[in-house]
């Protein structure tokens, strides 16, 4: 008993559990931190896999599709090394595209293959794709060609001829290494790997593995038995003989037969924790024979006391520098709250004097000088009441420097307690900024989007009451992208920051004001003395008007406009997405009445809301079985009356309500996300039409911007020429400056590839877009239609100045003019006089059906009958 009381063995006894107990929490948590990484990783690098293949794949069947229209438009002179120069087919991914006759003879590539004939009947893709009865797109295994010499993915399709009597298979081949340029950026380590398979299971393409043996092989593995019908799993693959165990991650494609696989070594997953494992083991060996030694020697005293003090001394060192070398402070105080051990990081944590600090000082001596703790006797009888509750408790100091301590304290048997100290300063700060981004927006410091909506939330919950109410105010700037496009988005920035500061400018204190999108703001409007609806209606009329002052940007005068709604709770929402729903609807009331205004929410809304929707259903349903018309609108030669060609403009002739306007049932298309597929429709419908034309007559169709941002539409145009077998010089595209105000860039190119086509582009509109004379020296246009606002204002001497100077460029940059919205005589003989050659309007005919058109103008119809 006399030993047990003994301080240095209750040192001992003490430290020894606690060095072993903490080295296997700390490597069995970082094993277990290490899994759940992997798992992530193979989580997020399998979909990214997959991702970036099904992109290729998704090109080289779209090119396949195109492949085959073109073909059947003329077999006899199709050539696949034609249409890849022209229309870029064979480009990107592609090695080459064949067509293989259905004798299994390759007769065409892109790569102009005139070596001896080439059998390919054997091939696996020839086969199966012959022999399928529906048509879709096979995914064979790889093969090494005979034409290109490499290791190739085939992808095949079956080929018709005119009459849609198969005529052959045409094969797009991507070479294996396409598919494996992703594995050096998946940093899967030593032992990953990425295997791409086909429905089958057949491995097309590998990395981390020998290709050599596994290419087309179908060899046993349990992705097969784990996936199943399914389309993800995650396993382990386990005691694979001389190989380690492997974290793998599966993926099926739902666009493609496709199968994607990730693996993970064992080795790769804990290397860094198994590292780490090796300096906590060597640590606690170290301390653990410390503690020992040190033990040893104190039974050893008896027998030899000289001996006995001089290990323990040799004990207290090592001991101190293992306290010393310690990345953390730690103090020890015993049930008397008397120090009994610290380190040196300790005292320079709370900025002791080292030389004031010794053993058996009480605990309220220690730190009576510190500046961190104001209350040290509160504090102390809080941790011990803490103490005598739970082993472990924790805490948190900030010193008025700004640094921040953390604390943790763990009970000692014997009473007393022992602490580490760690300096979180740094990592305080960042979750703090973390916390900021999490909340505020970083531009304008105003609160984001998540932050808007828990507002919202806590002012339901503390005003649930109808004679508590608050208002939400959602707000949209006008013109923005307008000025954001035009100065840059450096000078959008910066106007965007002004906008937050006059907000903040007009609400209230206790409202809130937030950034939710790029120009979208919003306020939360706090309970007052007055009627909500009549502050709220106060506060949006200042913003508006606050917001239209003009603003100085980098020395450019910028004048834009706001459009509000709002919506008041609880009388027009009780939960948040119906407020803020609310809300949108009052806003878009604002946009269409002209913007730069206010409204709030009415019932007559949400009823409008609910008709804009159903007629968006039922425009869909009418894209999808067909019943979108196109009616024509001639373009006629003043000068002889002749139809020179004819303008595809969009008709819904609804079952129940008869005709309806096109400006209603486009707008709704365009906020629906229908427009790509109506524009589509009716290009295809037109290029059908004009092959039942005169050959001298063109025809126009009309694109949106949203056709050039949400489809590929180079590839739609080059298949409703094929498809109709129309000559691409007949066909002309209308644009309008919104075209280049949506991706300027991009939009650019994707002109420029259609122009490549032969086909025609008119600048529609002409004259009333701010940017239309850049527009007409970024591309070469062949024809620029007037607006119909100059030839209504004919008439005045300054219209008639400006049709001068168009008539003029366009006679420099060598393009067709047409007036547009002719309607009486008199607007013919000024627009003949001024030398404008080309009209449309309500003069010589309304849009009519393609049976209704006539090819003479109504100028040349009166001479023949005078003539008669």
Known sequence: MTILRNAPLQVALFFLPLVWIGYFAITSSERADAVQQARLQGDSVAELFEENTERIFER??????????????????????????????????????????????????????????????????????????????????????????KWTIQLARKVFDSARNPAGVVVGSISVDVVGKFYDTAKLGAGGTLVLRNANYVVLAARGVDQGTVLGQRAPNRVEGELRDGFYAQYWNENRPNRSDRLTTARRSRVFPLIFTVGISEQEIYSRSDRRQKVYLGGAVLLSFIILTATMFHWRRQKALDRAQREVRDFASKFEDALRNLPQGLSMFDGRDRLIAYNRQWVELYGLVPEEIRIDMDFREVFAKQTAVLDVEAYLADLKSRLAKSEQTSNTVQFPDGRVIYISYGRREGGGWVATHEDITERKASEDRIERLAHYD????????????????????????????????????????????????????????????????????????????????????????????????????????????????????????????????????????????????????????????????????????????????????????????????????????????????????????????????????????????????????????????????????????????GSNLVDTVTFALAQSGLPESRLELEITESVFLADTQENLKTLQRLKALGVSIALDDFGVGYS???????????????????????????????????????????????????????????????????GQGFFFSKPVPLADLSWQGPGARRRRQAAA
């Open 772 to 838: 239309s004379l850049s527009y007409l020296t970024a591309f070469p246009f062949d024809k620029v239609k007037i607006d119909k606002s100059f030839i209504d204002r004919i008439d005045r001497c300054e219209t008639v100045a400006v049709l001068k100077s168009i008539v003029q460029l366009a006679r420099t940059l060598k393009l067709t003019i047409v007036a547009e919205g002719v309607e009486t005589r008199e607007q013919v003989g000024r627009l003949q006089s001024l030398g404008i050659p080309l």
């Open 442 to 709: 970083s531009l304008t410091s105003l609160a984001n989007r998540n932050l808007f909506k828990e507002r919202i939330d806590e002012a339901l919950a503390s005003h649930p009451r109808p004679d508590a109410p608050f208002a939400v105010l959602l707000l949209d700037l006008d013109k923005f992208k307008s000025v954001n496009d035009a100065l840059g988005h450096q000078c959008g920035d910066a106007l965007l920051k002004q906008v937050a500061g006059r907000i903040k400018a007009q609400i209230g204190d206790v409202d809130t004001a937030a950034r939710i999108g790029g120009d979208e703001f919003a306020v939360i409007v706090a309970p007052g003395q007055v009627s909500m609806q009549d502050g709220a209606a106060t506060l949006a009329a200042r913003l508006v008007h606050a917001i239209a002052e003009p603003y100085q940007i980098d020395g450019h005068p910028v004048v834009i406009g706001c459009s509000i709604g709002i919506a008041v709770a609880p009388e027009h929402g009780t939960r948040v997405d119906e407020i803020l729903r609310n809300a949108d609807l009052a806003l878009y009331k604002s946009k269409n009445a002209g913007r730069n205004c206010f409204h709030i929410y009415s019932a007559e809304l949400k009823a409008e809301a609910d008709q804009r929707n159903v007629l968006e259903i039922e425009l869909r349903e009418a894209i999808w079985r067909d019943e979108i018309e196109v009616f024509y609108q001639p373009v006629t030669e003043l000068g002889t009356g002749r139809v020179k060609s004819v303008e595809a403009l969009a008709r819904w002739h609804h079952d129940t309500r008869g005709f309806i306007p096109p400006t209603e049932f486009i707008a709704v298309a365009e906020a629906g996300g229908l427009i790509v597929e109506l524009g589509n429709q009716v290009l295809t419908k037109a290029c059908r039409d004009a092959m039942t034309m005169p050959g001298d007559v063109n025809v126009a169709v009309n694109l949106s911007a949203l056709q050039f941002a």
């Open 60 to 149: 080289v069947d779209q090119s396949l599709l195109v492949v085959r229209a073109l073909y059947a438009q003329d077999p006899l002179t199709f050539s696949l090394k034609f249409w890849s120069d022209k229309a870029r087919i064979a480009t990107g991914d592609v090695i080459q595209f064949s067509l293989i006759g259905l004798d299994g003879y390759l007769f065409d590539t892109t790569t102009g293959y005139s070596g001896p004939p080439l059998y390919l009947g054997d091939r696996e893709h020839f086969i199966n794709v012959v022999s399928q009865a529906e048509d879709r797109l096979y995914v064979a295994k790889p093969v090494l060609g005979r034409a290109s010499n």
